[in-house]
Structures are given as structure tokens and as C-alpha cells.
């Protein structure tokens, strides 16, 4: 076999930094100097690259990002499988909110199980001169009617409701008197913030004012009682990490929010340790609890088993010695599994490279997952995160390599042309235009209808895709542009 060529050759921090200056001459003088700060040549030994995160969208510039009612809706709300989400206003809106994530749910469709299902008040002209407000209160009315078995509803506002000033509040508070059946209210316009990003946040404090502590569980609370925050089930990922967690005589109490049951939620402050997945949608709750509760928290990675073994044992680390003697049986139990298929795989990905763009957590976390099978990230970025999640992102990085924020279609563009990447890993709306370029790619914020790609379960389809991706003899078939 040849010698495998060194992915990184060439990519050095002065290499990159030229390569951000010419990116940025293509814009006029004034959307240079706000792009300026988004892309940076990496190398966390400097101090990180301090990339300007959470701020406005350049006007007239096409980004990715989505609003904060997609925010509530498509990741926080959405994926708890017991209640009725309610989009209020617009059937635009509303139409977004019917199973777009793939959320993987348990249960019987329109009996117990409603995530799948859209529920809109399709405001009409009528409606916006008038109000919503009795609109709402009939919705609500019927959806209790039709859907016994709900255990409540959430009522997610789109941007008319906040531009002519239903107060969505008060009726959740009289509807929820009314019906006897939990109504929670979420401002979540899609005017507000800059990003989905303050749709979780919004989301998240929702959860905080009428959830958290209304419940308890029934069975008694155990020590190893905890529960998974920020996984949304996308191809069954929760479900391939709850294996793993359970297999090492965890206990998982509530899932957060994939095939999540509310009243799992609710009763989460009785748990002993909170594990994070997606930091950015879900770490102000778990902030709250542990400030309310004391119930500690930590981050982890399931994304190939290299971050598996590293989390496992930080896992462990949290408990007795009989959580962390499981930690190692697991670990080892499924080690010559995973180095099956790193030994199937790798020789055919080693030296690929990739460019990652996706929302507020893959672009990190998936980089190991990459690099178990011989591949190399040469830029990373985010559409919506803020700079904690780059200062966690810059240690995973090469010197060199590029990092950059909410970036334009016409900022990939030039840079795919210029590193030549094997694989673009990113959303659906980036999808499209690469394939056609002829260049591979894998849609990253649902799996490209494929997953789960999450703990041991995960790898092997992880490591499938990315190989049929990237070497599908198809790509001898269109011609590239570069």
C-alpha cells in the first residue's frame, strides 16, 4: 500500500490567513469589515482565535441560520412526544413544524404520540387585524378534545403574534384553568435574537418557569439516577446513547427532549447527574439545576470510540468504583467491535478531509469520530454558536485550519474550491449545491436520512456513510467546476 499523504500539507496559519483576505475582497468595504471577525487561522496555543459569534447576519448576505421559532420549535419543544405543539400564527411557520428533524418518537401516532403531527392556528388577514387570541382559545379547546391522552400543549409564538401584541400568556394561564391539562406559553417570535440559537434559550426558560419540579417520580430515587440533556433522537441517537448509559448500570430518568415524556422532564431535579449533549440548546437548564438543585452536570461526546471511551470514563468518574469497573468492561466489550470497523473503513478514508459546517454542536463533536477513521478536519464552523462553544471547538482543531461563524454560501463556496476538501458535511441547504459541483457530501443536522450515528449502535453506519459518500464510483460521473 502507498504511503497515505498528509491531509494538512500546505495548510499553515499563514496559508489560511491569506486565504480569509481573499475571501474577504469579494465583499464591498463595509460587509468586509463585519465579516472580518467570523473566520480565523486556528491555534489554541494563541489564545484561541477569538471568532465573533452570536451577532446579526451581514444584510443581503445568504446564511443558514434559522430563527428562534425554529429554535423552540424544531429542537426544544418539538421532539417531547406526549404534548401538543402548538405553531401560532402563519401555516408557513406552522408547515415547518410537520416531523421535519427526524426525532425518532416511541408510542402510537395521534393516541400518545404527537411530535410527528403539525398543529397551526393558520392566522389569515382577519386574525392580524383583530387578534388571535380567541383563534387560540378554540385551537386549544379542540386539540383537548380530539387528543385526550396529551399531556399537555405548548403554544410556540411566530412573529405576527408579537408584532400586534397577543398575549399568548394570558390565554395559556386561562386555558390551562379551563381545561385542567398543562398549557405552556413560548415567546419565541422569529424576529427575536439573531439566531435560533435564543429560541433554545427562550425554550429552555420555559421549561424552567412551569416544568421543572412540578412532578416526581414515582419509583424511589436511585444513585445512579440521571438524565440525558440536549439529544433530540435524530436517526435514534438518544436511544443508541440510553444503551450505553444503561449497559454501564446508569439509570436514564428523562430525556431531554428526544422521544422525551414530559413528565420525565418535570420530575428531572430528583436525578444526581445531568449529561449534556448538544451544550448550546440545553446548558442554561442544566446551569439552573445545577443552581437550584445541585445537581451536577457534564458534557459529553458519543461520537466515535475514541470520544466514547473519553466520556465513558469522565462518566464515571462521577460515581463508585463499581459505575467506573463497569466503565472498562463496556469499553473493552466493544473495542475489537469498533476496531473492526476502523480496520474495514480506514484504509479506504485515511488522508480524506472534510470541511464540517453545521449548528451549535457537530462541528466539534463529530471531529473525532472523523479522525478514528484516519480523516482530517481543515475547517470547522458553526451557524449559530457563541464563544464558548469555540473555545471549546479550537483544542480540536490543527494548527492552521480554518474556524469561521454563520458563514455565506459564497464564503463555502470559495473555500471548497481552494482546499479541494474529499467530503462537505453540513445542512440542506448547502447540500445541493456541492453534489452538483461533484464534490461528496453528507447532510450532518439529521443524517442525511440515515442514524443513528450516535455511541457504539452509531459508529458502524457513521463509518458506512462517510465511506459511501466520499467513494462512490457515481462522483466519476460529474464533472466538477474546480
Known amino acids: 500500500m ?7 500539507e500546505g495548510i499553515t496559519k499563514e496559508s489560511t490567513a491569506k486565504l480569509i483576505e481573499e475571501t474577504l475582497e469579494m465583499y464591498p468595504e463595509k460587509a468586509k469589515k463585519k465579516r472580518a471577525p467570523h473566520m480565523s487561522e486556528n491555534d489554541h496555543e494563541d489564545s484561541g482565535c477569538a471568532i465573533r459569534s452570536n451577532k ?67 392566522f389569515q388577514e382577519k386574525d392580524i387585524v383583530y387578534g388571535g387570541d380567541p383563534k387560540l382559545e378554540k385551537l ?57 440559537s435564543l429560541g433554545h434559550h427562550i425554550s429552555n426558560d420555559t421549561i424552567r418557569d412551569h416544568i421543572i419540579g412540578t412532578t416526581e417520580y414515582a419509583e424511589e430515587p436511585g444513585p445512579y439516577d440521571i438524565a440525558l440533556i440536549g439529544d433530540y433522537n435524530i436517526g435514534g441517537d438518544i436511544w443508541a446513547a440510553v444503551n450505553v448509559l444503561e449497559e454501564i448500570g446508569l439509570n436514564v430518568k428523562a430525556q431531554w427532549t428526544g422521544d422525551g415524556q414530559i413528565e420525565h422532564i418535570a420530575a428531572t431535579h430528583q436525578v444526581k447527574l ?56 463496556v469499553i473493552a466489550k466493544y473495542k475489537p467491535k469498533m476496531q473492526a470497523i476502523i480496520d474495514e473503513y480506514k484504509p479506504r478514508l485515511e488522508g480524506k478531509t472534510a470541511i464540517v459546517f453545521v449548528g451549535g454542536l ?75 459541483a461533484g464534490i461528496p457530501f453528507r447532510q450532518m443536522h439529521s443524517w442525511d436520512y440515515s442514524g443513528p450515528y450516535h455511541a457504539y449502535d452509531g459508529f458502524e453506519i457513521f463509518a458506512r456513510d462517510i465511506d459511501m459518500a466520499i467513494n462512490s464510483p457515481t462522483w466519476g460521473l460529474v464533472k466538477s467546476p474546480f
Open 274 to 329: 445531568n449529561l449534556i449533549h448538544c451544550y448550546r440548546s440545553m446548558n442554561y437548564m442544566c446551569k439552573v439545576m445545577e443552581e437550584k438543585y445541585g445537581i451536577p452536570w457534564l458534557e459529553f461526546n458519543f461520537f466515535g470510540p475514541t470520544k466514547i471511551e473519553e466520556s465513558l470514563r469522565a462518566i464515571g468518574e462521577c460515581f463508585d468504583d463499581k459505575i467506573k469497573a463497569n466503565v472498562e468492561k
Open 56 to 122: 446579526k447576519t451581514v444584510p443581503g448576505v445568504m446564511s443558514a441560520r434559522g430563527c428562534a421559532y425554529a429554535g423552540a420549535k424544531g429542537v426544544v419543544w418539538g421532539p417531547i412526544r406526549d404534548m401538543v405543539h402548538v405553531s401560532h400564527g402563519p401555516v408557513g411557520c406552522g408547515f415547518y413544524s410537520w416531523g421535519t428533524r427526524r426525532n425518532l418518537t416511541s408510542g402510537t401516532v395521534g393516541v400518545d404520540n404527537f411530535s410527528g403531527m403539525m398543529f397551526t392556528s393558520d
Open 362 to 436: 457537530r462541528p466539534r463533536h463529530t471531529i473525532g469520530a472523523y479522525e478514528d477513521l484516519g480523516m482530517k478536519i481543515i475547517a470547522s464552523g458553526y451557524e449559530f454558536a457563541h464563544s464558548d462553544d469555540y473555545d471549546r471547538t479550537y483544542p480540536e482543531m490543527d494548527k492552521g485550519t480554518l474556524v469561521f461563524d454563520d458563514a455565506s454560501e459564497i464564503e463555502l463556496e470559495k473555500w471548497v474550491e481552494h482546499f479541494k476538501p474529499d467530503l462537505v458535511a453540513s445542512g440542506i441547504k448547502e447540500k445541493y449545491v456541492f453534489q452538483k
Open 140 to 196: 386549544l379547546n379542540e386539540a383537548k378534545e380530539l387528543f385526550p391522552l396529551a399531556k399537555g400543549m405548548s403554544v410556540l409564538s411566530e412573529c405576527p403574534v408579537g408584532l400586534i401584541g397577543d398575549d399568548i400568556n394570558a390565554v395559556a394561564k386561562k386555558m390551562e384553568n379551563e381545561l385542567g391539562k398543562l398549557v405552556v406559553p413560548c415567546n419565541c417570535e422569529g424576529f427575536r435574537g439573531v439566531s435560533q
Open 2 to 8: 502507498s504511503e497515505v499523504k498528509n491531509p494538512l
